[in-house]
């Protein structure tokens, strides 16, 4: 077995076990049940990963072909730069795989494959209450003092 | 005189008055003197405002000829909708019209543009100190509770 | 009765009509019966004009509440210019229409909504022997000598 | 010495000779002496093959250090496809490695690119008057029997 999950490129043969981390990310926000993104959507984000027009990605942590943690990002234009912003959208790691470093793992995948894009800035949104990612996301980058506001339209 | 100023897409002809909102933007977020935006980011921004591949905009706040105040957007893919989100980038008005429902009315005109552009959601980022906007930010949109991490490249 | 028809941006309540118009410039390329083009792309189509973050568009020639006409562009880049170049992608006109100027001024409006859009240039692909269609694109556009070569995947 | 050169991305330091290369290309179809293309457009089209948002792409081949030729492709999107269409820009082999497969190792390179991102299809357009090749064109495409019809704006 080995010790460390490498981090590479989600693949068309990754679907069912990345379905099944979508999910329990999805869940975590309370996307679930009645409140489950529709499954359209879901095949339509995936579709996208693969799409050559679409600055959308997405990796995985693999260990022993078991994905135990997923990461998408995709790339969007800024006011503030010639280059793109690099958007960390989702990420997620099995309960059981927690503490092991992964989640920093795929973070520090994508700060590369941004780099590599020669984006100015890879950034995320967490919640506030979520104390436990903050620890991790506290050594990896910067707080920014700044909040989000949306409306639905 | 007229009693409110017009919302319209921002054109050619506006680039004078434009470039000292947006100067004027920038410096409120300390970009200025030393650490001023590049004039080679601005002048590419501008750009992109009319270029039809782009899906970066900028509308403005226009009375009897006189700009008061600017809004950027921009849509990009998310993993969580068939449809884009839009980002509002840059929101500024002059002092001297503030208080008087520009700002408020440069946001709803990127609702409305948002709304025919099928846009799930439209959402901005704020400083948390930002105690002024956030006045306004709470009666027409919802502090998510997010926080933005950021690293830059 | 209008003397001639308006040329504006496709709207949802026209799907049913612009439906015909589609299906009938795909027949005239041979996509009908079991060649025909699938459902869910034409759905995907239709959608893409109406969503922000595409840059596809639609035009339709209006008369007195029939559209008599269509006109489908998207931009994209090229190595060869700064602004993206505007492909003309599909073109049709109702066979009761044609003479009338309806092509012509659908070709002409996407003329100038691409210079709008501040792209280099507008092109469109045609079959060698659509001979009819040949001597109004003569007269609006130049035939660069150039020809198509593809290769399905 | 190897046999036969390797395709693969264009990398920051390959600049010096994909100058070279792009330069012979652009001559080739005229774009030299008063009639060349600007350099701020050369400047713009090479950050654009590194940008991660732009779908804009370029290949060399390589052998023992020399760049023999180039190759350039985009995705856009199409109104007959969900997937997008791979347009290949631009070809260009040095003289001394002609008639050794440089060319037809670049195609096939986009084809399996292409492949990856899922594209429904490569094409690409070219002079009529280009019989050498043409020749090659004929072994791995497809021509058409579409001609493109151009007007500048």
Request: net charge neutral; with cysteine; proline share 5%.
């Amino acid at each position: 077995m080995s010790e460390t999950p490498i981090i590479r490129p989600v693949r068309s043969e990754d679907h069912a076990q990345w379905l099944t981390l979508w999910d329990g990310y999805n869940e975590f926000y309370g996307r679930v049940g009645a409140t489950a993104l529709k499954p359209e959507i879901t095949a339509m984000t995936w579709a996208r990963f693969f799409d050559g027009y679409e600055p959308m990605h997405a990796l995985v942590a693999e260990q022993d072909g078991v994905l135990l943690g997923l990461v998408h990002y995709l790339y969007h234009r800024t006011t503030l730069a010639l280059a793109p912003y690099c958007y960390l959208h989702d990420l997620f790691t099995t309960p059981a795989s927690r503490g092991k470093g992964v989640g920093r793992a795929l973070i520090e995948a994508v700060y590369a494959k941004a780099r590599e894009a020669r984006a100015a800035r890879v950034y995320w949104l967490t919640h506030n209450t979520n104390a436990t990612a903050r620890v991790l996301y506290d050594k990896v980058a910067e707080e920014s003092g700044f909040l989000v506001y949306r409306h639905p339209l």
